[in-house]
């Protein structure tokens, strides 16, 4: 102990008092954040707090994440490859189910490789961050996940943000820039508004004005398209329109990771370049296991879809009807916007006391005025859970 140090002063005490302020800020403003302990599996009817809700809020579209299956091939793994990858791709931790899951994603994205990465965060930021670097220029919709902005600070390139879905805004930024790799990254179907970028549009400009086309389509793989190609597929778009896509294992295929898809040079560039890619332990390999099982149904079972595109016409009929301000979508991403985060909250906590969880999404996740309920359904639900959450919506109603 440092005898001369004056006894009242505690540094973690100070510590709590520098933080205090912002809390107390964000509890008044309604933006405070907490979490839910959910007992059990991921599912449509999860028990919290002792009591079972049906939930509209996960991103497990097509309900794989508990499914036979795929904890089967998780388990089976398991017990043959263990549980931790124990190094980096690079060193040891490359095991044959991912190789396996590489080569299967690369077949089902129809593009001559593809490379698994530890989360679609880290993707991005890794892809991001070894395709560019100062002098050259990021063009970014304005409606990008957090972690394509983030990766722009990363990579320490120019960005420049377009009104969301602004194809002639983006032609008048890439035109009137100068110098250096140009790539415009967008989400495929946003993900707090459940649209689709103009993707067609995107890949024509990007290709006259020399810039590359990313797209995450996180919420579209396995979702859109009719066989679940994602928005390229709804686009009808190939490799040459899209030189870079990134996909996550996390949502419709309900396991965990992420990947990029494309050629044989932007593959082996990433192995050399990325760093969220090379300095991170590997995926335990029965995570690309079971994801692998994932694929294979996400491919053979399309009423999964089917099943989804008709709840999703059954809740927007009936929110319709009932006059709420729904965002014109046709994913299963719905949402409801309500604008002022505190509306947001008591409209999440009044259907929470129906039985029917949905978290509300405020800003900064959302822009200032933008709160709102971001209803996701799934392939696991079922037309009557559909008819409870509009009952529950109804007591919402103007
Ligand atoms: C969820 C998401 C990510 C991040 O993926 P994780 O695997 O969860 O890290 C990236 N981009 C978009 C558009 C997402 O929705």
Redesign the pocket.
Known sequence: MDASRDSAFSPAKALDEALAGALEHRIAGSLYRSRTTVDGPQGVEPVIDGRSYISFCS?DYLGLANEPRVRAAFIRAVSEYGVGSGASHLVTGHLRPHHALEEELADFTGRARALL?S??????LGLTAALTGRGDTLFEDRL?????LDAAVLSRARLRRFPHGDVGALERVLTDDAGGRKLVLT?????MEGDIAPLREESRVAWEQGAWLVV????GLGVVGPTGRGSLEVHGLSCDDVPIL?G????AFGT???FVAGSHALIETLIQQARSYIYTTALPPAVAAAARTSLRIVQDEPWRRDHLADLVRRFRHGVQALGLPLLDSTTPIQPVVLGDAHHALQAAIRLGERGIFVVPIRPPTVPRGGARLRIALSAAHTPDHVDRLLDALAELAP
């Open positions: 991103n990465f989360t679609g965060y880290m993707a991005n990008n996940h957090a972690s394509l989400d495929g179907v946003f993900s995450d389509d996180a919420h990134m996550t294992l996390g949502k965990f990771g992420a």
